[in-house]
């Protein structure tokens, strides 16, 4: 007589070797995005050598430090991604978010249910701001561990971190947002012909959408099918800043304690940037995206001090952006040579 566990491992066929595949080429092959930005570089440098008539290691070296540090460098669409990942992150810590997070991670009964949980929460949150989508995703799995006992942790993790792939097609997507303003350093299109291409030509779209629900109905059959069949638990420290310590105040606060937790200040930061999007006729671009969740975080998170302390600790996690976009304006610096 054929076991259930027996059934569910035919079931899965080639989908878990494939996978334990993957976990080992990652483990052993996959270096830190940093060197990718590196590693390109050098492949860039290699192929102008080898196809670019008239090359030379000066013109080279030019190109390449003026997409860096030069007058085409892309500091501003760099400074705009590390604040869509802040705002986003920072958005995911909002208390109300926290708990309604808290909530659907105890609904799953199941280490498959928990991880459509994951990649779902992920995918749809991607489609509003790729940095919520990319926090919130793993905040479901770390939850979800904690209440599912026997649950793969990795496995959770990986079906976050898929729902994040859909994130070119939503309201963040920089390039999509970048067409749309004529101040955009990246907007080539507009540089190149003076033409704008609104958002209805590009991410609302009706067969974005379609290519949209086909990755999503893909990848959620593929999660189901690389269902681990041996548990993960995760290391200790991955809680450790689950219930962050709060002081109580003791005594009578100071004038500037007050000041922090004056909450109209808040609301008064996002009746401002709201009138201005208004205003703008509800321009949508990158800096108008990364001004919206700013003030919307603001609101949230309800005091001053709270969204200072909440967008201080979202910024540690940028370290890679702020280290890989500046080789990147130089890749681009050395295709424009």
Known sequence: MTTEQDQQVRRRGLMQPLTTLCVRYVERLMPDPYLFAVILTV???ALVALLVDGATPAGVLKAWYGGVWGSQNIFTFAFQMVLILVTGYTLAEAPILKRAIIGVASKPTNQVQAALLCFGVSAVLSLLNWGLGLVAGALVARQVAKRLAGAHFGYLIAA???????????LSSSIALANTDTSSPINVIHKLTGIVVPLKLTIFQPYSW???LVVLVLLAFAIRRMEPAQPLEPDPAVFEDDEPAVTP????????????????????VFAAGITYFWLSGFALNISSMVMLFTVTSALLHRTPIRFIRAFSGAARVTGPLLLQYPLYGGIVGLLGY
């Open 43 to 45: 492949l860039v440098v």
């Open 160 to 170: 976050a971190f898929m729902g994040f792939i859909v994130w070119t097609q939503g």
């Open 210 to 212: 379609v290519a949209v």
């Open 249 to 268: 105040p003791t005594g009578k606060r100071t004038f500037a304690e007050w000041l922090e937790n004056l909450w109209i200040l808040n609301v008064g």
